[in-house]
C-alpha cells in the first residue's frame, strides 16, 4: 500500500466540483441548440405548407378545365415539324384524368380520307398528349421499281429521314390487292402526323400494266421513284433470288438464252430478261404522268454513293436535305453501304442477308450476248429520262 501526501488529495477533490459544474454547462447548452432546431423546423414546414396550399386554391387554376397539372400558361413549349406544341408531362395517362385535361388544339389538319391510328404505342400516346393526331394517309410517293436493283436500299435510305413514314413491306395494293379498295391500301399506311410524308415501296409496280392508271386514280400529284441498274447484272440478281428458293433451277444461261446458251436468241419471255427493257415499262408511266413526277435512281450510285442519291430523293420529296454522308458507312465485309442507326436499331447493322447476295460465275459470252440485246433499249431508256446510266 502506498501514503500520498494529504495536499494533493484536497485539490483532487476541488477539480471534480469543477468537472461536474462543466459537464451540467454543456448539457444545457446542447438542450438549448436542439430546442431552437426543432423551433425552426416546425416554422419552415408551416410556411411550405402554406405556401402549397395557396397554389392549389382555385384562383390559381387554369380557366378551362380544372386539370391537377401545371396551369397550362406554365407548360413548356418546343417547336415540332414547325408548329408550336405544348409539353403535356408523360406521367399522365389517358382515361378518366386525361379527360380533366383543357383539350389541345391539334395540330394536323385531319383529311376527310385520313383514319385516326389506335395503336397504343408509347410513340403515338406521346403525341397523342402533345395534342398531335397521328393518321393514316395514302401514300404521297411510291417507290414503283425496278425489282432487284436497290428499292430496298432506297426505302431504307430515306425513311431515315425524320419527315418520312414507310410501309415496313411491300403491300402490293396495285397489282394484287386492287380489289380491296383504297380504304384497305390507307389500312397499311404507317400513321403520320403533319408535315410528314408517307411512302410504300413494291417494285412490281413499275411492270404492271393497270399501276400507271390506278396510281394517278389514287392521286394525280403522286410522286414516282424509279431505281434502276445494269439490266444485266439487275437479270442476275433476279436469277440468284429465284434460284435460292429452288435449288434444282436450271443455269442461268440455259434460261436466258432459247436454245440454252449465248449463241441462241436471248428470250425476252423469261421474266427476269423481260422486266431489264426499261424503257418499255416506263412509256407507259409516262402516258400517265408528266416526267417531273418521276425520279430515277441510278442503282450502282446508291451503292457507290448513298448520300448523293439520297441527297437527290430529299429535293424531289421537297424535304430538307437531313439524311446525309454521316448516315452511312461501308461494310467492307458485306461489300455494300450500312446504316450507323435507324427508326428500328440505333446500333449500326446492314440490310438484310436477301440483299447483296453473291452471284453466280455466269459465262462471259452470255453477259456480252445480253449486253449488246439491251443497249438500243438502254439507249431509249436514256433518251426518257434525259440520264445516261453509263450501262456497258
Ligand atoms: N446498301 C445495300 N445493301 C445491300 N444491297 C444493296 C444495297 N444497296 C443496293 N443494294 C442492292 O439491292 C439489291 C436488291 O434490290 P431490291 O431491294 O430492289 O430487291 S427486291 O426487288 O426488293 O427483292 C441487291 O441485289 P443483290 O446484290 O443481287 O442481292 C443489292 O445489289
New binding site residues.
Partial sequence: MCDLPSEPLQYTAIDMQHRQLNRTIAIATGLLMCAVYVLYTFHACLLSGLHRSLRQSPSAQPAAGGTTLAPTTQLPHVRILGSLVRIVPLTVEDGATAGKRPPAAPLRLVSPAATNTTDGSPKYRFLRQQGLRPSRHLPDALIIG????????LLEFVRLHPDVRAAGC?VHFFDRHYAKGLAWYRHHMPPTIEGQITME?T?SYFITREAPRRVRHMNPATRLLV?V?DPV?RA??DY??ARSKKRDMKRFEELAFTNGSAGGVVDTSWGPVRIGVYARYLERWLEHFPPAQLLFVS?ER??AD?AVEIGRVQDFLGLKRVVNEKHFYFNST?G???LLKSEERSSPH??GK????N?PHIDGAAIDRLREFYRPFNQKFYHLTGINFGWP
Avoid: M
Avoid at 354 to 357: A, L, N
Fill in positions: 425496278v425489282k432487284k436493283s436497290g428499292t430496298r436500299a411491300e415501296k417494285p431505281v441498274r447484272t442476275i440478281s440468284t433470288q442503282g446508291l451503292i448513298p458485306k455494300f453501304p450500312c446492314c440490310l436477301t440483299k447483296g447476295r452471284h
